[in-house]
């Protein structure tokens, strides 16, 4: 199920909120102009799952974000487990590119068709941590400062949304924020 955890951005074991429940999520978000919702889920998604079979699943709900949101590139962004070195290695630089603190140009709105991923926003003084499954749409206003964890083994699949083709380009914070935040794993191990 989604998750999100609010913590001090100064003390990560702290939590001051911790919360399962969509609608208590779309609020809190909403309060740091932050959007989430639920697309209903429309396809299975297996790493068989061709890109434009999935567009095609979610097609009315695509044209109407990008129509309402002037985004105008989408693409699907997968990974899946493997067996052998070679899948792990790939893994494990996916999973890094993000881990560090950065901001876009951009709005950053993701939705998750298949696994999941967590998003940390660092908003002011607080962290949150958003964890995204299937069904969820987050849109990260332009400027956020976060990173992104899609767990030591990814399995997920997200339709991606841009105004631009290079929209999804990091400018990272130098900050070493993110080192001292539980990680997807650890999230969802705690229940």
Do not use: N
Not at 4 to 15: C, E, G, K, R, S
Not at 58 to 81: F, I, K, M, S, T
């Amino acid at each position: 199920m989604t998750l999100l955890q609010i913590m001090p951005d100064d003390a990560p074991d702290t939590v001051l909120l911790r919360t399962r429940d969509e609608d208590a999520i779309a609020q809190a978000l909403r309060e740091r102009s932050v959007s989430f919702s639920r697309w209903p889920r429309r396809a299975e998604v297996t790493p068989q799952t061709s890109s434009e079979e999935l567009l095609d699943a979610y097609r009315a709900e695509v044209d109407e974000l990008c129509a309402d949101q002037g985004l105008r590139l989408v693409d699907v962004a997968r990974l899946h487990p493997e067996e052998g070195a070679q899948w792990q290695e790939r893994a494990a630089k996916a999973r890094s590119t993000f881990l560090d603190e950065h901001r876009h140009a951009e709005d950053e709105v993701r939705f998750f068709a298949h696994g999941t991923g967590c998003f940390y926003l660092h908003l002011d003084d607080r962290v949150y941590a958003v964890v995204c499954e299937a069904g969820d749409l987050l849109s990260v206003p332009a400027g956020t400062r976060h990173w992104f964890d899609m767990g030591p083994v990814p399995d997920f699949c997200a339709i991606r949304f841009f105004e631009k083709e290079d929209g999804w380009v990091g400018d990272f914070t130098q900050e070493p924020i993110a080192e001292g935040f539980p990680r997807l794993d650890a999230l969802l191990r705690e229940g």
